[in-house]
């Protein structure tokens, strides 16, 4: 939705037919999500590896595993994605993951808050995440098209650590009644970066990033960016099925998450880059340390995990993924996340090709 759009429909308020059905969207968004089958997409983070070396000379009890990112520390360099609130099944969700996020030292972003900018009845369905929290790090999260001012009012309702803004556009464009003017987007960023109260993230929700927007979004002040790329939760996809479309021509679209790290080689000193998207083992997540990232965002695995086992089976798997990088991180002799930032990789296949092309080495 561009500026002005959105300044309409806050100026107007939204009828009841149009938060109905942002409601009915949102139970679609989750229950395709948790349908999703992610072995669907190519994985290609078996296109990156490790070298093997037979000598770590490093102790189990002497890893660190916190981060920075933008001035703050993060006691792992793992944190759970944006990905609801503004219906009943969104809180449940968001408390459940809260409280795992909470015990493990992760950071936790809520769902786009457009839901209540529009209609403060379903606060609380966000707001449960920082009383979970406490003080424990929270992203807020809305469109790089919403206003400034709205876009503070959001970070301000759940006392936000950071502002996410999200670039959603193939998204939109799949969607019947998504928005199809894109017009602005980029000085309206420039206005939040302006005067935020706090850092600015600005991510992709599945498709990828290149060097041409890094460079632009680098030349707009952008300090933090989620990649968020192709080979996990596929929007393309999920907007089709819930038209009970064929296909959308979309959803073999853009960059892989490894492509889209390889892309921003050039950026590494004058951004922080997270990475998110298919993101599925510990060992993708080391290699998506090693390609630069300060951290590293799942959402849609999350989701099929409490489906299926509840909150229990989360945070096991959690647990799981921690213990899972501390072994990775002990192989390869990485005593901290900046050590493992700088670990030699081979990179190989489709993503070889793809940097080959595009002059990334
Ligand atoms: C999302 N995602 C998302 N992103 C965002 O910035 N705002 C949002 O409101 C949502 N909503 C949302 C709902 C559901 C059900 C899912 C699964 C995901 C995108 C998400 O944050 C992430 O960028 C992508 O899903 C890619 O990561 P995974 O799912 O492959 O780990």
New binding site residues.
């Given amino acids: 939705m561009t500026r002005d759009n959105y300044q309409n429909e806050v100026n107007e308020g939204q009828s009841d037919s149009e938060l109905r059905l942002r409601k009915t969207r949102k139970a679609h968004?989750?229950d395709l999500?948790v349908q999703y089958n992610e072995q669907s997409q190519t994985d290609a983070w078996k296109d990156i590896r490790f070298v093997h070396h037979s000598l770590p000379e490093l102790n189990e009890q002497d890893i660190d595993l916190t981060t920075r990112v933008a001035d703050h520390t993060w006691s792992v360099p793992l944190y759970i994605?944006?990905?609801?609130g503004g219906i009943d099944e969104a809180k449940v969700i968001n408390q459940n993951l809260a409280e795992v996020a909470r015990k493990h030292g992760l950071a936790i972003a809520v769902?786009?808050q457009s839901a209540a900018l529009a209609d403060t009845k379903v606060v609380d369905t966000y707001r449960i995440v920082r009383e979970i929290m406490q003080d424990g790090l929270v992203l807020a999260?809305v469109s790089g098209a919403v206003p400034a001012n709205e876009a503070f009012r959001a970070v301000e309702m759940i006392q936000a650590d950071y502002l996410?803004l999200?670039l959603n556009f193939p998204q939109e464009i799949v969607m019947p009644e998504g928005d199809r003017n894109f017009k602005g987007v980029r000085a309206n960023i420039i206005e939040i970066l302006n005067d935020s109260p706090v850092p600015v993230i600005v991510?992709?929700?599945?498709f990828g990033m290149s060097m041409e927007l890094y460079a632009e979004l680098a030349a707009a002040g952008v300090k933090v960016i989620d990649v968020?790329g192709r080979?996990?939760?596929n929007f393309a996809w999920i907007e089709s099925r819930r038209r009970k479309d064929q296909r959308s021509v979309f959803e073999d679209w853009g960059q892989t998450t490894p492509i889209s790290l390889l892309e921003a080689q050039r950026f590494m000193n004058s951004i922080e880059f997270l990475a998110?998207?298919?993101?599925r083992t510990a060992l993708d997540m080391a290699k998506a340390l090693a390609l630069g990232a300060h951290a590293v965002?799942?959402?849609?695995?999350v989701?099929r995990v409490f489906y299926k086992g509840g909150k229990q089976a989360v945070s096991d798997t959690i647990g799981t993924w921690l213990h899972d990088l501390r072994s990775v991180m002990l192989a390869l002799g990485a005593q901290s996340v900046d050590d493992l930032r700088t670990m030699p990789i081979v990179v190989t296949g489709d993503s070889q090709d793809w940097a080959g092309a595009r002059g990334i080495n």
């Fill in positions: 968004h989750i999500a994605n944006a990905m609801t769902g786009s999260n996410q999200h991510k992709e929700v599945g968020s080979g996990g939760t998110s998207g298919g993101i965002g799942v959402a849609g695995a989701l």
